[in-house]
């Protein structure tokens, strides 16, 4: 009686483990197939810049860029990192990668998954470290309001060279930062070292690509 007593609680244990086990195996496949959609749209873009594609997954890439995503959440831990999508080439002669960062953000127990776009180019030379960040406050300026209070109402800027950040900071960066806000890709830029890299929220598509490439040649210009 003790043993069947005993193999009955294990019951429903087994069914939770194999419902848990079925459902991983579900949404693996649910974000292979979205992923698999989303490499047919990026595709034909990448091959018409000459660039070359990698679904993935690549659990190694992440590495080569610490610290993203940048969520400005010292108290948020991030695990799961994980590229797909891995676009790769040359802009101006320089190295360049994007591709799609999916990953689990923690606060305190609670987890939730995240999807960021990255654009990362590399540079022969280092530069200035510079930062652009939202600053995650509510914004109520209008357009009205001229182009630079605007922006530094939204983003925070941390530099160590102000010559570096007048180069930098054109009339056009504040612009496309401002237009991917209120698109609610939450955008970030670090120019550190060799490298300048981008990123927000949400998928890797072939228009999103496209302006986050000519950004970063717009800020690479400008060096």
Known sequence: MLLL???SGL??????????????????RRLLQRVTQRAGQ????????????ERGPRPDIPRWFPGVPYLGDPLAAVSNRVAWLLVSGRVHGQPVHLFELRCRIWHGTKARPYVHAVAALTLTRAIPTLVIK????????GPETPLPQRFFAAFEVQVTD?????????????????TALHAGQEPWLRCESTRLLCCGLGTLRPDRAETMLAMLRGVHRSL
């Open 134 to 141: 939202p600053r995650w406050l509510p914004n109520v300026l």
């Open 11 to 28: 019951v429903p244990i087994a069914a939770l483990v194999v419902g848990v086990v079925l459902l991983r195996r579900w949404g693996r």
């Open 162 to 178: 102000p010559a570096f950040r007048a180069r930098v900071l054109t009339p056009g960066l504040m612009n496309w930062f401002l």
């Open 5 to 7: 007593s005993m193999l």
């Open 42 to 53: 990026l595709a034909p873009w990448a091959r018409s810049r000459g660039f070359t594609l």
